[in-house]
Protein backbone atom coordinates (compact mmCIF):
# COMPACT_ATOMS: atom_id res chain seq x y z
CA UNK A 1 0.00 0.00 0.00
CA UNK A 2 0.83 3.60 -1.05
CA UNK A 3 0.82 6.10 1.34
CA UNK A 4 1.26 9.71 1.07
CA UNK A 5 0.66 12.23 4.04
CA UNK A 6 0.32 15.66 3.53
CA UNK A 7 2.54 18.40 5.25
CA UNK A 8 -0.13 20.55 6.75
CA UNK A 9 -1.45 16.56 8.27
CA UNK A 10 2.40 16.20 9.27
CA UNK A 11 1.63 18.78 11.50
CA UNK A 12 -1.25 18.18 12.83
CA UNK A 13 -0.25 14.54 13.75
CA UNK A 14 2.98 15.96 15.45
CA UNK A 15 0.67 18.20 17.70
CA UNK A 16 -0.94 15.18 18.80
CA UNK A 17 1.14 12.42 18.97
CA UNK A 18 3.56 15.24 20.98
CA UNK A 19 1.63 14.18 24.29
CA UNK A 20 0.58 11.24 23.63
CA UNK A 21 1.55 7.49 25.10
CA UNK A 22 0.90 6.15 21.64
CA UNK A 23 3.07 6.56 18.69
CA UNK A 24 1.29 4.41 16.39
CA UNK A 25 -1.61 5.91 13.92
CA UNK A 26 -4.59 3.25 13.44
CA UNK A 27 -6.89 4.19 9.96
CA UNK A 28 -9.58 2.37 10.78
CA UNK A 29 -13.18 1.80 9.11
CA UNK A 30 -16.01 3.93 11.15
CA UNK A 31 -19.60 3.95 11.16
CA UNK A 32 -21.37 6.08 13.39
CA UNK A 33 -24.96 4.77 13.10
CA UNK A 34 -26.88 2.55 10.55
CA UNK A 35 -28.23 6.04 8.69
CA UNK A 36 -24.66 6.75 7.94
CA UNK A 37 -22.06 5.59 5.33
CA UNK A 38 -18.58 4.08 6.66
CA UNK A 39 -15.75 5.89 6.56
CA UNK A 40 -12.09 5.93 7.38
CA UNK A 41 -10.93 7.51 10.72
CA UNK A 42 -8.00 7.49 12.90
CA UNK A 43 -7.02 7.24 16.52
CA UNK A 44 -3.55 6.90 18.19
CA UNK A 45 -3.81 2.97 19.55
CA UNK A 46 -1.16 -0.03 20.39
CA UNK A 47 -0.40 -2.85 17.37
CA UNK A 48 -2.16 -5.46 17.35
CA UNK A 49 -1.19 -9.27 16.16
CA UNK A 50 -3.55 -8.76 13.15
CA UNK A 51 -2.61 -5.26 11.94
CA UNK A 52 0.27 -4.58 9.21
CA UNK A 53 2.15 -1.54 9.95
CA UNK A 54 3.26 0.84 6.94
CA UNK A 55 6.34 3.51 8.37
CA UNK A 56 5.88 6.78 6.38
CA UNK A 57 8.12 9.71 6.92
CA UNK A 58 8.83 8.71 10.46
CA UNK A 59 5.12 7.82 11.20
CA UNK A 60 4.08 4.51 11.92
CA UNK A 61 0.56 3.75 10.40
CA UNK A 62 -1.24 0.93 11.36
CA UNK A 63 -3.96 -0.69 9.68
CA UNK A 64 -6.09 -4.22 9.98
CA UNK A 65 -4.72 -6.48 7.76
CA UNK A 66 -8.15 -7.54 6.30
CA UNK A 67 -8.80 -3.70 5.45
CA UNK A 68 -5.42 -2.95 4.09
CA UNK A 69 -5.59 -5.62 1.73
CA UNK A 70 -8.67 -3.78 0.04
CA UNK A 71 -6.66 -0.61 0.01
CA UNK A 72 -3.46 0.11 -2.18
CA UNK A 73 -3.16 3.76 -2.24
CA UNK A 74 -4.08 6.15 0.86
CA UNK A 75 -3.55 9.63 0.91
CA UNK A 76 -3.96 11.72 4.31
CA UNK A 77 -4.47 15.67 4.42
CA UNK A 78 -5.47 18.05 6.88
CA UNK A 79 -8.04 21.27 6.30
CA UNK A 80 -8.47 22.24 2.11
CA UNK A 81 -11.64 23.52 0.58
CA UNK A 82 -13.45 21.01 1.67
CA UNK A 83 -12.77 19.78 5.45
CA UNK A 84 -11.27 22.77 6.58
CA UNK A 85 -9.81 21.74 10.43
CA UNK A 86 -10.70 18.47 9.63
CA UNK A 87 -8.25 15.28 8.37
CA UNK A 88 -9.45 13.16 5.14
CA UNK A 89 -8.60 10.15 3.43
CA UNK A 90 -8.59 9.64 0.07
CA UNK A 91 -8.21 6.28 -1.18
CA UNK A 92 -8.97 3.76 -4.29
CA UNK A 93 -12.27 3.12 -3.25
CA UNK A 94 -13.18 6.63 -3.13
CA UNK A 95 -13.32 9.87 -1.10
CA UNK A 96 -13.97 9.61 2.67
CA UNK A 97 -13.92 12.28 5.60
CA UNK A 98 -13.84 12.48 9.14
Not at 6 to 34: C, G, V, W
Request: with cysteine; glycine share 6%; hydrophobic share 35%.
Amino acid sequence: MDILITEEAKKQFDKILENSEHKYIRIYKNRPSIYEDAKLDFMLDEMKEDDELHEVDGYKIIINKRLGCQIFFMNISYGGLMSRDKFSIECDIGLLHF
